[in-house]
């Protein structure tokens, strides 16, 4: 109910930044640290989407997206996760009606930032995000943004026109103080929800930008490559960053809660050393 998610996603406590949005990760991920099966016929997600769980699962997903102002999502996610065509749309008339009305939120739905290299061409109308008109900002280098145009064969203009996307250039696609400072003060965003995959997501840890991590332990085991031999998505799985346990961040739960017996959701807030 939305009572009870308002309870576990209270965001009351929350301290907000002058200079960047609060950011929190958002997964779901197997026993074993899965978080697609990547199969033939089923390259997206580990859930049985038909189970109560799972639909539970995909309510509190779109209930993170209810609080934030926009949602990070990266150029590769986008090609890995064509099968899913992800669109970030609030579905639930209650979450959005609340989003509206209580939160008072600049959009009905959160703006879509993507983050690439532009090294690989965006086939807009391949992609359904791109055919709605939440508001969409493809965050990349001059290069990389030319890159897009040319491969696309469109202008800037006309991509804002059909697409409701604008190009946010930054120097480095690393440059984090930059673009965070940006979106914070030229978009609003104050809230800030990251739903991309496992690489992106201890990069930003690594620089203490992640305030909280919010993801489903879903109850089964999978094996860490799919049936063909190919390696599957592991959750926060970075091979370039490590820790030794004098300098490891600590993830600090303060919310869990139970659905069946299969799903846990679970809330914590990171600690940094």
Known sequence: SLPQILDFYS???????EDRPYIWTNSIASVDGVMSVQEKGNTGGI???ESTAAKSDHRLLMAGWMFSDAVLFTGKSLRDELDIQPTFRIEDNDLLEYRQNSLNKQHDHP???ILTTGKDAIDFGKYSLFKNDSLKIIVSTRNGIENILVNSNNNEDHIKGIYNTVFMESDDTNNWNYI???????????FMDVSSGPNLI????????????RYTLYGSLLGHRNTSGESRTLFMHNDEINYNLEDSPKLLFNSI???GDSHMFI???WKYK
């Open 257 to 259: 809660r139970l659905c």
């Open 11 to 17: 965001m009351n406590n929350v301290t907000l930044y």
């Open 202 to 213: 201890p990069q930003l840890i690594r620089h203490k930008l992640v305030d909280e991590t």
């Open 47 to 49: 859930n049985n989407k």
């Open 267 to 269: 809330r914590g807030k």
């Open 111 to 113: 703006i879509i930032v």
């Open 180 to 190: 965070l400072h940006t979106l914070k003060n030229n978009y609003h965003i104050n």
